[in-house]
Each structure stands twice: as C-alpha cells, then as structure tokens.
C-alpha cells in the first residue's frame, strides 16, 4: 500500500498512522542527536599552543580587558571599529610567523607593531559572515621585535549582528598553516565544489524539466539550485561601497529558495500546491523590492526580522512534508529526504543559536553547507530515478521491437504458408482444368478415333479425327507458355494454325489489328483464360468451315475504351450462309454456341453472336482484369 488505507475505519486509520509516525519521529530525534554531536566532534581543531591571551578591547571611547572569542556590544561599526590590542613574544631565530585568525564577522584588520599584515575586506568571501571564512597571513621578519610584540586587530561590523572575534593564534607559520588549511577545506573548498555540483545538477534539471513539461517539479528544483549557486558565486557586498541592489538579491534569494524547496516537496510527493502556498514568498519578495528601493541597512534588517524565520518556517514545513509523505507513502524517497530535512533543520537551529550569542564560545555557520549537500543529494537522486525511468523506458522498447520482430517472423511464415497454400491450390485448379479440357477435347477426339476404327472406317475420317487430336493436343500445350500477359503472342500462334486450317479449304483469312497497341497486356492473364479464348475463337472458324460455306473470313482484334477502362475486343466475321440463331439452331450448332458463351462467362468475358444470310459474326470482348477463378462457377 503506498497510502494510507483510505478506506479503513478512522480508528484503524489513527492506528496505522501512529505506528508509522511514531518509529520515524524516533529515527528523527537520534538524527538529531548525531547531528549535534557530528557538530561538536568535526569541530576543525586549532593550534592552541600559539593562542593570544589577555587583549584589551577599546570600544565606545573606552577601554578593557577582553578574553577570546569575543562578541562586540556594538553594530554598524565601520566609522570607529573596535579595536582589539595584544601582545606575543617572539625569539629571534624563529623564521616565518604568520597571525591566523579562524573565524570573525564582518572583517578585520590586523596589524603588527603598528603595520597592517592582513586586511580582509580586500578578500570579498572571507566578509560573509555565512561562510566562516579563515584568513592567514606572513608577519614580515622585519616587522618582528626580539621579545614583546605588540598585535591589534581591528574589527568591522556593517549588519545587524553583533561584531564576533574568534581566538588569534601567532606562530610558526608551518605549526598555524595545516590549521588554516584544513578550515580552507571545510568552508570555502567544500561549499564551492557543491555549488558547482548543484550548478550542473541545476542545467540538468532544466533540461529534464524542458523535455518533460507535465512535471514542473525538475523546473521548480532547478530554479531553487539556481539561486543557490547565484547567492553562493556573486561576490558580497563591502561598505561603504553602494551595492544596495546586489545585496538585496542575494539577501531575498534565500527565503525564496526555502519556499522553491517547500514547493518541491509537495509537488515531488504528487500533492496539489495550496494556493496560500504563494504567501511563502511573500518575506523574499519583500526584502528584494525594499532593498531596490532602499538602500543599506534596511534590506539586511529586513532579512533578519522576515528572512532567516522564513528559512525556518520552510525547513519547519518540509520536514511536515516529508513526515506526511512517510506516513502515507512508506518508501525510501519518503525516509532519506525526511532525515535530510531534520538534518538540515538542525544545523539551522544551531545557526541561530550562535547568531543569537546563546552559544556564546563559538560561531560557525553551518546550514548553507548542509543546504547545499541536501540540494546535491536531491538533484543526484532525481538525476537517478530520471536515468532509471529512461532505462525502464529503454528496457519497454526493446522488449517491444522483439515482440513486434517475433510478430512480424511469424506473420512472414504465416504468409509464407498462405502463399504455399494458394499456390498449391493455384496448380491444382490448373491441373483439373487442364485435365478437362484434354477429357473434354483430345480425350473425346481419341475416343472418336477408337470408334472409327472399330467400325471399319478407314482413311480420311481417322486422319481428319487424328489430326483435330493433334491439333487440339497443341492447343493445350501452346497455351501453357509463360506469355507475360500479352495475349497477342497467343493469338499470333492461333493464327498460324487457323490459316493452316483454312488454306485446304481455299478460305482466306483476313488478319487486321485495328489499333495499334493490339490488345492490353493482362498480369493476371493465366493458362486456363487463353484456353477458353482459342477455343471459342476455334469454335467460329470450325463453324465458318463446316457449316456456313464460307470463302473468307476476317479477324479483328482492337482496344477499345468507353470511359470506363480500356479493354480488348476480338471479332471473327465470315461471309457464309449464316443460319437461324432460335429454332434452327440445334443439334451441334447449338451445343457448340453454349460452350463458347459457357467458355466467354468463365474468362469474364461478353459473348455476342449475330448471323444472317450475309454471314456470322462472332464478337468477344474481354474484361478489363480477368477472373482469377471460374467465373461462371462463381
């Protein structure tokens, strides 16, 4: 169940909420718990050997003995800056001293026997009171006195927040050095590799949001990184110089990134944003327009009283968020964001804590750093859950191309049997009609020819019955030759055998192609088809032979279109006697003129016969695609 069982009874639904809510609460208080002990342990450690001791502070016209770390009294200092006054004693012989200085808020001066060695407002991150910036420098050997060394430091304060001197070490360079570095790593090192980190995931999260509109959760997180990385890059803001503008950006840039990231919950868990969800930007908004319009110290003041609980409120809020999506969700998204949330929120708190000098021995700022790691993790795991979705998308197609490439194998093979079936069928048709037409005419001629013979005939009755065998025989085997369609071929090879016919009757046979195309060629034309056409065409010439004491006869073949499609026409006329197409027409003569319209419907072809005392006139028009099965049997 990835919600809560909607549909349970309330009490049941009380229950199961508790049981859940209660063992991650649990979980959160000891995230709580190894976060501040993290905080205490991971402390960076300073060379306590090389700690000054016993400065005296002037501050306000007076002066006093003063212990680091300190806490001013005094804000917007930078006209008569604190000024803190102490002495280190130096040995001759001992090269290389260096003042260090790990922390301090906003920036210092520091100076030996009246020489300034380190200025830090001439390095713009190491002002940032969020960045907990160290600075070291080189104490020139020219510069250092046998014995007693006098060292001030001067303190400068432009935010509403009380001034904060942390201890000053003086030493050895290389005994201070491993110290600073290490702090280098912690606070700038670090926060710049995230911010760099949470630049690219934010140029992926763009793109991923451009390619994929319907879930503006990838656009919401990237606009949040963005701002991130533009507050962490842009270089601060220095009095006295008039960066009103720059700083109200980088001030109003936070309150709305915790609002974006809020926002990104409730849409990363697939809930609606509340439309009062919107007054969440309202503190950001406020300060950007107020620090546009006013100049410093207005913006920073509004930062502190809207901004900072505004970052609270969100974190507050994401964490109800998280826990909600637990309780109804159950899944690991749901736990690691939740426990990165409380980690957060933590490090906020102890953030607070030591701006508001409640934690009076230290202040290191530790919520950007912990932001920005929450901010990498999330956008690494979007980043992941995109890439295994593309996979899953991936695995769904191939699997897809298989099924649809095993689909068309066996619809290839089905097909392969179709067209193994219809040509098996094909050539078994062919064979029955091939069988008849040798049945119905070599096998009837031969049967003619056994009968003769029986009966004692002798000479030209058999040659006459032998010779329509054998011209019957070639009629079937001429008409087995691949003619490509073109039924002119066939016709050109009846006609030999039709003048051969006539000539011993002295008939003249007139052969005229009226167009010149002769007929249209016909793919589907097949063995069976120019069987039926020869043999009408025979049954018209025999007839014109036997019957009509015809002295010529004509031939035509043409193609003709009357607007519907070309097709051929063949005509056979003779000048015989003719005779009555009703009543008289029996016997042979009727039988013959049934099998030639019998033979003109298989082929699909229209059969007309006239004749008259001037002649017959026999004329065949063929269709315009042919039949690819008996047509008269259909």
Same mark, same amino acid.
């Given at each position: 169940?990835?919600?809560?069982?909607?549909?349970?009874?309330? !009490?049941?639904?009380?229950?199961?909420?508790?049981?859940?809510?209660?063992?991650?609460?649990?979980?959160?208080?000891?995230?709580?718990?190894?976060?501040?002990?993290?905080?205490?342990?991971?402390?960076?450690?300073?060379? #306590?050997?090389?700690?000054?001791?016993?400065?005296?502070?002037? #501050? %306000?016209?007076?002066?006093?003995? /003063?212990?680091?770390?300190?806490?001013?009294?005094?804000?917007?200092?930078?006209? %008569?800056?604190?000024?803190?006054?102490?002495?280190?004693?130096?040995?001759?012989?001992?090269?290389?001293?260096?003042?260090?200085?790990?922390?301090?808020?906003?920036?210092?001066?520091?100076?030996? =026997?009246?020489?300034?060695?380190? %200025?830090?407002?001439?390095?713009?991150?190491?002002?940032?009171?969020?960045?907990?910036?160290?600075?070291?420098?080189?104490?020139?050997?020219?510069?250092?006195?046998?014995?007693?060394?006098?060292?001030?430091?001067?303190?400068?304060?432009?935010?509403?927040?009380?001034?904060?001197? +942390?201890?000053?070490?003086?030493?050895?360079?290389?005994?201070?050095?491993?110290?600073?570095?290490?702090?280098?790593?912690?606070?700038?090192?670090? *926060?710049? @590799?995230?911010? @760099?980190?949470?630049?690219?995931?934010?140029?992926?999260?763009?793109?991923?949001?451009?390619?994929?509109?319907?879930?503006?959760?990838?656009?919401?997180?990237?606009?949040?990184?963005?701002?991130?990385?533009?507050?962490?890059?842009?270089?601060?803001?220095? *009095?006295?110089?008039?960066?009103?503008?720059?700083?109200?950006?980088?001030?109003?840039?936070?309150?709305?990134?915790?609002?974006?990231? /809020?926002?990104?919950?409730?849409?990363?868990?697939?809930?609606?944003?509340?439309?009062?969800?919107?007054?969440?930007?309202?503190?950001?908004?406020?300060?950007?327009?107020?620090?546009?319009?006013?100049?410093?110290?207005? *913006?920073?003041?509004?930062?502190? /009283?809207?901004?900072?609980?505004?970052?609270?409120?969100?974190?507050?809020?994401m964490a109800c968020v998280t826990a909600a999506a637990v309780v109804r969700r159950q899944d690991a998204a749901s736990f690691t964001l939740g426990c990165a949330v409380t980690i957060v929120l933590t490090c906020w708190v102890h953030d607070m804590l030591a701006a508001f000098e409640i934690m009076t021995n230290e202040r290191i700022f530790v919520s950007r750093l912990?932001?920005?790691?929450?901010?990498?993790?999330?956008?690494?795991?979007?980043?992941?859950?995109?890439?295994?979705?593309? =996979?899953?998308?991936?695995?769904?197609?191939?699997?897809?191309?298989?099924?649809?490439?095993?689909? #068309?194998?066996?619809?290839?093979?089905?097909?392969?049997?179709?067209?193994?079936?219809?040509?098996?069928?094909?050539? @078994?048709?062919?064979?029955?009609?091939?069988? !008849? +037409?040798?049945?119905?005419?070599?096998?009837?001629?031969?049967?003619?020819?056994?009968?003769?013979? $029986?009966?004692?005939?002798?000479?030209?009755?058999?040659?006459?019955?032998?010779?329509?065998?054998?011209? %019957?025989?070639?009629?079937?085997?001429?008409?087995?030759? +691949?003619?490509?369609?073109?039924?002119?071929?066939?016709?050109?090879?009846?006609?030999?055998?039709?003048?051969?016919?006539?000539?011993?009757?002295?008939?003249?046979?007139?052969?005229?192609?009226?167009?010149?195309?002769?007929?249209?060629?016909?793919?589907?034309?097949?063995?069976?088809?120019?069987?039926?056409?020869? !043999?009408?065409? +025979?049954?018209?010439?025999?007839?014109?032979?036997?019957?009509?004491?015809?002295?010529?006869?004509?031939?035509?073949? $043409?193609?003709?279109?009357?607007?519907?499609?070309?097709?051929?026409?063949?005509?056979? @006329?003779?000048?015989?006697?003719?005779?009555?197409?009703?009543g008289e027409a029996t016997g042979q003569t009727a039988r013959g003129l049934r099998n030639m319209k019998s033979r003109a419907a298989r082929c699909g072809a229209a059969f007309e016969l006239n004749s008259d005392f001037s002649g017959t006139r026999v004329r065949l028009q063929l269709p315009q695609v042919f039949p690819d099965s008996d047509a008269a049997t259909g």
């Amino acid at each position: 169940m990835s919600e809560i069982a909607a549909k349970a009874p309330p !009490r049941t639904r009380r229950r199961l909420i508790g049981s859940r809510l209660v063992p991650y609460l649990l979980l959160q208080v000891l995230i709580v718990i190894a976060t501040i002990l993290g905080l205490r342990l991971l402390q960076p450690s300073d060379p #306590e050997d090389f700690a000054l001791n016993g400065f005296s502070l002037r #501050e %306000d016209g007076a002066s006093r003995p /003063v212990t680091l770390p300190h806490f001013t009294s005094s804000r917007y200092s930078l006209v %008569d800056p604190p000024l803190y006054t102490g002495t280190f004693t130096f040995r001759s012989g001992n090269a290389g001293w260096s003042v260090y200085l790990p922390r301090f808020s906003n920036a210092v001066e520091v100076a030996v =026997n009246g020489v300034v060695v380190l %200025d830090s407002r001439r390095d713009a991150n190491a002002n940032r009171p969020d960045r907990n910036t160290p600075q070291i420098a080189l104490i020139p050997a020219s510069l250092l006195n046998d014995g007693s060394n006098e060292i001030t430091v001067r303190l400068f304060v432009w935010g509403p927040l009380k001034g904060f001197l +942390d201890t000053v070490y003086v030493g050895p360079d290389t005994a201070l050095r491993p110290s600073y570095e290490t702090r280098t790593l912690l606070f700038v090192t670090l *926060p710049v @590799a995230f911010s @760099a980190w949470q630049s690219i995931l934010a140029v992926i999260l763009a793109i991923m949001w451009l390619m994929r509109r319907r879930e503006p959760v990838y656009g919401v997180l990237a606009v949040a990184m963005v701002l991130g990385v533009v507050q962490a890059f842009s270089p601060p803001p220095v *009095p006295p110089a008039p960066v009103s503008r720059l700083a109200a950006v980088l001030l109003a840039s936070a309150p709305i990134e915790s609002a974006l990231i /809020v926002a990104f919950g409730v849409l990363f868990f697939g809930w609606r944003w509340p439309r009062y969800g919107t007054l969440l930007f309202v503190p950001g908004l406020v300060v950007f327009v107020v620090g546009l319009i006013a100049g410093p110290p207005l *913006p920073r003041i509004l930062f502190l /009283v809207l901004g900072i609980p505004t970052v609270g409120l969100c974190l507050f809020l994401m964490a109800c968020v998280t826990a909600a999506a637990v309780v109804r969700r159950q899944d690991a998204a749901s736990f690691t964001l939740g426990c990165a949330v409380t980690i957060v929120l933590t490090c906020w708190v102890h953030d607070m804590l030591a701006a508001f000098e409640i934690m009076t021995n230290e202040r290191i700022f530790v919520s950007r750093l912990s932001y920005s790691a929450m901010l990498v993790a999330i956008g690494a795991g979007l980043t992941w859950r995109f890439a295994r979705a593309l =996979n899953q998308v991936d695995g769904f197609a191939n699997q897809l191309v298989t099924r649809v490439r095993e689909a #068309e194998e066996r619809l290839k093979a089905s097909f392969a049997r179709e067209e193994e079936r219809a040509r098996a069928a094909a050539l @078994a048709n062919e064979r029955t009609r091939l069988m !008849r +037409d040798l049945h119905d005419g070599l096998g009837g001629q031969l049967v003619s020819i056994v009968a003769l013979s $029986e009966r004692g005939h002798e000479g030209a009755s058999i040659t006459d019955a032998a010779r329509a065998a054998l011209k %019957d025989l070639r009629l079937v085997i001429d008409s087995m030759d +691949d003619i490509g369609g073109d039924l002119m071929l066939a016709l050109g090879s009846w006609r030999e055998r039709a003048a051969a016919q006539l000539r011993p009757h002295d008939i003249a046979l007139d052969w005229r192609v009226a167009t010149p195309q002769g007929l249209p060629l016909h793919p589907e034309l097949r063995p069976w088809h120019v069987i039926q056409i020869v !043999r009408i065409l +025979d049954e018209a010439v025999t007839n014109a032979v036997k019957h009509a004491q015809a002295r010529h006869i004509a031939v035509t073949i $043409e193609t003709i279109d009357d607007g519907q499609g070309a097709c051929g026409v063949i005509s056979v @006329a003779d000048d015989g006697k003719g005779f009555a197409l009703a009543g008289e027409a029996t016997g042979q003569t009727a039988r013959g003129l049934r099998n030639m319209k019998s033979r003109a419907a298989r082929c699909g072809a229209a059969f007309e016969l006239n004749s008259d005392f001037s002649g017959t006139r026999v004329r065949l028009q063929l269709p315009q695609v042919f039949p690819d099965s008996d047509a008269a049997t259909g």
